[in-house]
């Protein structure tokens, strides 16, 4: 007898970034890695060998990283977690980060309400302005934070560090991969 496999829910982690010069760019590719590999490992401790399709509670995750400045409110909607992922620019997230938030406030507003997310900031010496913000409006829209706001320092300060291409250290990487991953592990498994 043909027994009818129970349908996947497919969860989504939505990566919302920008990025000048490359640094929060690279943070991200790390976060998204990180959720990947969380994802593969949490499917195979929940499911092992047998699948996924054999357990009514089966669920899977996707992650998506997307520029900001090329979605809106509807890319939030659909999303199950959230990352945020911006530089900081004169004290602020940057300039397309809030143009971003300015777009989605009022037509996410109420419609998010208890979703888990995190902030990644990308920041020459400072950052906490830019974190501050995006904790702001992200209570604004009742989310729920799941981690301490992950602030990454290149120390560009001058015209010429600032205006160069970043290069992230390999433990800030790994600090921004452990974020992703901690947030897609939560996410699929349910525990905010
Ligand atoms: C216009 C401008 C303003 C900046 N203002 C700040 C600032 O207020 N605080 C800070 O820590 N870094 C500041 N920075 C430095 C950037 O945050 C830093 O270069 C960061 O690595 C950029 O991230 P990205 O490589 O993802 O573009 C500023 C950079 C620019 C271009």
Redesign the pocket.
């Known amino acids: 007898m043909a027994t009818e496999t129970p349908p996947i829910a497919q969860k989504r982690l939505l990566i919302v970034w920008w ?7 690279s943070l991200v590719q790390a976060a998204a890695k990180g959720a990947d590999e969380a994802i593969a490992q949490a499917e195979s401790a929940a499911f092992g060998d047998t699948g996924r399709g054999s357990s009514p509670d089966a669920s899977s995750l996707s992650v998506m990283a997307c520029r900001c400045d090329l979605i809106g409110s509807d890319a939030l909607l659909r999303a199950d977690a959230v990352l945020f992922a911006t ?5 602020s997230m940057a300039g397309p980060m809030k143009t971003f938030f300015e777009r989605a406030y009022y037509p996410a507003l109420d419609r998010l309400n208890g979703r888990p997310y995190a902030t990644l900031i ?6 906490q ?1 830019a974190a501050r913000q995006i904790d702001r409006i992200a209570n604004g829209w009742r989310l729920r934070s799941i981690a301490a706001p992950l602030i990454v320092l ?1 120390g ?1 300060q001058t015209p010429e560090s ?1 205006a160069a291409p ?1 290069q992230i250290e390999s433990a800030e990487l790994a600090r921004a991969s452990e974020l992703g991953g901690l947030l897609a592990a939560g996410a699929l498994l349910g525990v905010w």
């Open positions: 990025s000048y010069t490359g640094g929060t760019e530089p900081e620019c004169l004290g990308c920041a020459g010496t400072d950052g302005g290149t560009a600032i970043k």
